[in-house]
């Protein structure tokens, strides 16, 4: 059986992962692919990269139907989007670890939140939203106000005059809460009826729940580094390296 490397970056450093069949024997980060490859302790001759190649158009399988050197990420035409191949390697484990979901699952990167809609475990469709990067950009705080958050889930439209107040009498939390209320008015179409499932940390997920089971959605919590187990097993068994 011979080894092979996996290697992507997860949007905040570069991850390299040696496999033996399916299961890791080594991992290391760095600040870019090259870098988290030469931490390894050997580097294997095969390297499967994440998020390489030309993304594949919605609705497309999460697991590609053909082995290949690299899982790229998925693109949409309209509303123009474009997940990159690390959210779609969560979306994998995800799927692989729930194989009969059928529902939205919302991936919180650092920079993005992505709404995907999952079926038969493709991904349909998605929205993706800048809340994460203006949460940043403006100065805003976790816990979010919930109060602020409800405000801008039923007036969407009063965003920018909302933010300015909270800006002005330094209410942080508020900026949060006005940001997600906002993308959740304008992904209304995700989550109403629906079950949702968060891939994030806990702690960057809390605002998005608690405003969701406010309005009734059943919603889960996934961590997203125990995906991987099930998204490399997928791509191992697929790779034909299982031995």
Do not use: N
Not at 20 to 34: E, I, L, Q, T
Not at 37 to 59: K, N, Q, S, T
Not at 99 to 126: F, K, N, Y
Not at 211 to 222: D, W
Request: hydrophobic residues 45%; aromatic residues 4%.
């Amino acid at each position: 059986m011979k080894d092979w490397a996996i290697v992507g970056h997860d949007g905040r450093c570069a991850r390299s992962f040696v496999l033996r069949g399916g299961r890791v024997v080594d991992s290391a980060d760095g600040p870019d692919r090259d870098a988290a490859l030469a931490a390894l302790v050997a580097v294997p001759e095969r390297i499967f990269h994440i998020g390489d190649g030309m993304p594949d158009g919605l609705p497309a399988a999460l697991l590609p139907t053909a082995p290949g050197r690299g899982l790229p990420g998925l693109s949409q035409e309209s509303p123009a989007d474009v997940l990159d191949g690390w959210v779609r390697l969560l979306l994998l484990g995800f799927v692989e670890a729930k194989p009969d979901w059928d529902g939205v699952a919302l991936v919180l990167t650092g920079q993005l939140s992505h709404w995907v809609h999952l079926s038969a475990r493709e991904a349909v469709s998605c929205q993706s939203f800048l809340t994460p990067r203006l949460m940043t950009a403006l100065g805003g705080t976790l816990p979010a106000d919930m109060d602020a958050l409800a405000d801008s889930l039923s007036r969407p439209e009063r965003l920018a005059t909302h933010l300015r107040s909270a800006e002005v009498t330094g209410q942080t939390g508020a900026i949060t809460g006005h940001l997600i209320g906002a993308e959740l008015a304008a992904a209304r179409p995700y989550w109403l009826g629906q079950s949702v499932a968060i891939i994030a940390p806990d702690t960057a997920a809390a605002g998005h729940v608690e405003a969701l089971e406010a309005q009734g959605v059943p919603v889960t919590v996934e961590s997203p580094e125990p995906l991987l187990a099930p998204a490399f097993a997928a791509l191992t068994t697929q790779q034909g390296t299982r031995g």
